[in-house]
């Protein structure tokens, strides 16, 4: 096994669990140019990369060399055990005639090791990474037709059935046959395509956007709308805040929330999205103003402060990274008209309105 560290003091793990392919049989120099090791240089030094692959390693536990009996089950069980994200790729060597005799048992051995796995006390991230395709001259009687034709489906149908997430691998090395050297391990390019490959995947995150359309009709109601996305495995759930307040928990589609009866002044809106294994992200803030019972909607991403109503001195530039907007829409209590305006005025207007309701007062 081979660790690989940035150096940082709080780092994210991830676990490289495999055969021979992730050891690094066939690069130049597995240590430094072995997939993980390159996985490590591409992921910066917030995480902390750990080899765990061992030659001739298979999914089945009935084959020659099962994984679940080599020293690197352990070592991959205690770093991946306060969390962050294991990759598996096996697969390859059950494709071996001798192995895949035993085929029934591949889907129960595949979904066994997954949730090991899954259960840990950090409750990682589980990839099931689709190895690359072997070529028809592949070496040591590995099988090309089984992998693509059987294994790669059922590894499919593993993820699937226990929520890990796929890896394409094998769809990118169709372009890449000609890094196998012995029609199984890549060299030093292919084993970057690899870490690319799952780099890729490790690194998206979710993302949520949210929309807020008021209706003076409906005594001062607003419905709420996000759009998440989910990186890994699916959208768990989104919650709806109204400043810091939690207004609303909903899990599943449609992900929207109708807020009635409300009061006047600023509501600040924002929606969180939480995806399997517990990854968050955040909306862009959406800012609703409801003077004398009417509500009136801000440009996205622009906070308007809490008794911002008189707008002095209010920024209509946007908060950094913000979108920008050039005018604010504005939907009449009468004919519910929609009238769009640049922002500076209607931050004046607002300062009206408010003036003039304290004078009423």
Known sequence: MFFFSGGAAAQSRVTCVGDSITAGIGTSNPPATAYPAVLQALLGSSFAVENDGHSGATMMITGDVPYTQVIQYDSSTAWASPGGDVVIQLGTNDSKAANWVHKDAFLADCEALVRHYQQLPGTPRVWLSIMPPAAPTACCDIDSSVIANQIVPLLQTCAASTGAVNIDVFTVFQSHMDTLLDGVHPNDEGATALAKTVFDSLSKTPSVTLTATPDASSGAAVTLIASPTAAYGRVEKVVFYDGPSVVSEVTSSPWSYTASGV?????????????????????????????DGVPVSTQTGVAVPTGAAAGAGANDKGAPGAKSASGCAVRSSAGHVDVTMPGALFLALLAFAGVRRSRRR
């Open 263 to 291: 009061t006047d002044g600023s509501h600040v809106y924002r929606a969180q999205t939480i995806e399997t294994a517990g990854r968050k992200a955040d909306s862009p803030p959406v800012t609703v103003m409801v003077v």
